[in-house]
């Protein structure tokens, strides 16, 4: 159980914003942590001291990128403080600490302020909450469902931040208010930007006489739904002769797992999670992509994918539609095998059409066309002053 320990104010007024993040793994850091700490440089400015909180490590990890560039890049006036809370150890807070929230989980330290904040006769302050993704669906039933529900139960003192307009409605739907709500595109990530802009966003053309099929792996994430994808693409290969066959290479990126036997003489090589140079020339020659997603957000593989020129398919959910969000997507109602093989054989068809061209990359109709510093400037969010 995480637990607070309340001391006396700075005397020299210190403000304090302390970003709570799941973990500073450089093996975790997917596009949500990357973002989040975009959005903390962009708040930081308003504060004296940046205070990152790391929920589920003992102490450091492997240095992660995303922190590095944050602590060599950060153009505000704040100094950077780091803490792990699995290491037993009570969080030290002041009474008018600010926290900005981006895990569930972490919702807890800014509640026991509160909590003393009341007890001391103080109104309790606001909080940031960077929401991206209904995190309630992350948990069957049960405690952490229910925590994830209470943190938006305060919309009085919530200033959200929701990454992706179906997330937003997703939320308005299931009755979340919050005093301020600032809505925003996500943007690409900045080496993937990079990249395009110095080549004026053109793609080299995919050749090769094998087709690369990429399969975005997560196993144990019951969101990305690894068990339907194996399953479809087994159904795909079990339904070509031999020869047929050999003409593709089936790889996984995203989590590592064991390679699995899809059809005779075709495993789903296992490659992890890749550094984005590499995650980048897969990217380049892969030709078909399939990455599953069970949420109101949209998901940044299948986008990506379809970005660099992959015949994509992915799913939808709930308000979340993402037929016609690229020319290259498609997209199945639910994850269901036979559904998906039906998207998948026409993918491979559109796929070898585009093989041996030339292709421009275009930026998918949910994604801004802003970097993540411009963008969160351009959302103009309220600072919480203490």
Known sequence: MYDIELQTDAPDGASRLNVVLPSLASDTAFGGVTSAFELARTLASHYDVCRFISLFEKEPPPACSEYDRFAHLNDSAARTELFFAASGNSLPCRENDVFLITYYAGFIFWDKLRKARL?????????????????????????????????????????????????????????????????????????????????????????????????????????????????????????????????????????PHEDIPLADGVLLKSLGRLPVKEYIALLLKAHVGLSLMISPHPSYPPLEMALFGLATVTTDYGVKTMQGVHPLLTSARLPDPEELLVLLRRAVVTASGLKNRTQRAVLPTSMSSLDWVENFASLRIRPIVP
Not at 181 to 197: G, I, M, Q, T
Not at 198 to 207: E, I, Q, V, Y
Not at 222 to 244: A, D, I, K, W, Y
């Open 119 to 255: 007890k001391r006769g103080l109104e309790p302050l606001p909080f940031y909450y960077f929401i991206q993704d209904w995190e309630p669906g992350f948990a069957p039933l049960g405690r952490n469902h229910a925590l994830a529900l209470h943190s938006y139960a305060f919309g009085s003192l919530t200033r959200a931040i929701i990454n992706s307009e179906t997330l937003a409605e997703h939320l308005r739907v299931n009755g979340c208010r919050f005093s301020e709500e600032y809505v925003l595109k996500p943007s690409l990530n900045s080496d993937l930007a990079a990249f395009l802009r110095h080549n004026s966003f053109r793609l080299p053309a995919k050749g090769g006489e094998r087709t690369i099929l990429l399969f975005y792996g997560r196993p144990g994430l019951p969101r990305n739904c690894f068990e339907v994808g194996v399953e479809t693409l087994q159904l795909f290969f079990s339904g070509l002769p031999p020869t047929g066959r050999s003409r593709f290479t089936a790889l996984s990126a995203g989590l």
